[in-house]
Structures are given as structure tokens and as C-alpha cells.
């Protein structure tokens, strides 16, 4: 299967900063989705992205498709404790399914 | 609207016993998926269906079936459970193949 680096595995941050995380892969995606995940729940979608060099922002949330169609990234800006969970990113290629990342569990600290 | 539902939510099962996960949604949506998540390796898709009466398969689809006799059911079965399939499970569903797909809450499987 493809493989979807997302980095970094683990964050624990101060209520109020900042965070950024992204995508890589060795592989062309046409659409790069970012999900979040709360313990014992399934994702829910946060951003999707369908164009390279689209920047899209979800209120705290922005989100970019890299110009090379190989990465993403997503930043959260002024963490909150409710920010606190796994963000997968999820690339999908031409005509075939999602692949995921394998998360960034975010941990905020009040 | 109930979304996505998925039952059950928890199950333990012996090492050759069968059973059938079921997957439900109101939305009309034509594909549904089946994910499992395991620690580290992010969601692999097991099967997915692009309507009413397909299936098809997906990255790790070895000792899994599936059936989707109705457009808003989707049913996943382990023939001979082992304990290599001690994962959550979770299924989804999109409109079409492009749009957003939206997640049940899973179902979180121990074979032993």
C-alpha cells in the first residue's frame, strides 16, 4: 500500500500555542483530506483539499495541498484544551481510495 | 439523523469462532468502506462498495468478506476470526468516491 510519513507522532504543547504537523509521500495525490480523532470515536473531517497549492482554513485550522502534490500540511493556531486527539491526513490518488497517515497525537497542556 | 451507526460496539471472540459486523447509514450515500485501525499503522481499508450489490477490495482484505444487499447496510464478516484480527474496526461512507467520507464509532474487536 502507499505509505503516507506524517510527522511529528507526538506533540505536547501549552494551551495557547501554536502547531503545525504535516503529510509527505513518495506518491502524486489528487485530493489530501485531514481528520481528527477523540478517544473511542471514529474521524471526523477537518479540512479537504482538492487543488495543488490550495490553502483552506476551518476556523483555528488551516490546512495546505503542497505545490508538488506529495504533502500537506495542517496548523492549529492558539491551541485549546478540546484541540487535545489524533489528526490523520489522507491522501487519496487518481481514481482509487484514501490512504491514511499514521497520526499525530496532539496533547494540550492548560 | 443517526449518521454512520455501527454495532456491535465491543465483542471478544475465540480463535476460529465467526462473526458479522454490521454497518448502517441514513444518508443515501452510494460508497461505504471498512477500515481497520491498528496501533502505529494509521487506517487500512479492508473493503469498500460502490453501490448497492458491489464490493470490492482494499488493501488488507485477507480472511474478510463482505456483502452490501442494501444500499444502507454494510456487513463485514470473519469466517474463522484469529487473533492477527484484533483491531478496531470502523466503517464509512461518502456520496460519491471524491467527497468526504463519514465515520461510525467502531467497533473494537479481541480475538484470543
Known amino acids: 500500500g502507499q505509505q503516507l510519513n506524517q510527522s511529528p507522532q507526538s506533540m505536547f504543547i501549552q494551551e495557547g500555542e501554536d502547531v503545525s504537523m504535516n503529510c509527505t509521500s513518495s506518491s502524486i495525490f489528487n485530493t489530501w483530506l485531514w481528520y481528527k480523532q477523540d478517544p473511542g470515536e471514529g474521524p471526523v473531517l477537518l479540512i479537504a483539499l482538492y487543488k495543488a497549492g490550495e490553502l483552506t482554513s476551518n476556523g483555528r485550522l488551516t490546512a495546505q495541498f503542497g505545490i508538488t502534490r506529495k504533502d500537506s500540511f495542517l496548523n492549529i493556531s492558539a491551541s485549546i484544551p478540546s484541540d487535545v486527539g489524533i489528526y490523520f491526513c489522507?491522501?487519496?490518488?487518481?481514481?482509487?481510495?484514501?490512504?491514511f497517515g499514521t497520526g499525530t497525537s496532539l496533547t494540550v497542556i492548560p | 439523523n443517526a449518521g454512520v451507526t455501527q454495532t456491535p460496539k465491543f465483542r471478544v471472540l475465540k480463535t476460529g469462532q465467526s462473526m458479522t459486523l454490521l454497518c448502517a447509514q441514513d444518508?443515501?450515500?452510494?460508497?461505504m468502506y471498512w477500515y481497520r485501525q491498528d496501533p502505529g499503522m494509521g487506517l487500512r481499508l479492508i473493503h469498500y462498495s460502490v453501490g448497492e450489490g458491489t464490493t470490492a477490495k482494499g488493501e488488507v482484505p485477507d480472511g474478510y468478506n463482505v456483502s452490501r444487499l442494501k444500499k444502507q447496510n454494510f456487513l463485514l464478516g470473519l469466517e474463522s476470526a484469529a487473533p492477527s484480527q484484533t483491531s478496531v474496526y470502523f466503517c464509512?461512507?461518502?456520496?460519491?468516491?471524491?467527497?468526504?467520507?463519514?465515520f461510525g464509532p467502531g467497533t473494537r474487536l479481541t480475538v484470543l
Open positions: 444518508m443515501n450515500h452510494e460508497y
Open positions: 464509512a461512507s461518502s456520496l460519491f468516491r471524491d467527497n468526504e467520507q463519514f
Open positions: 489522507a491522501g487519496q490518488l487518481s481514481g482509487n481510495q484514501f490512504y
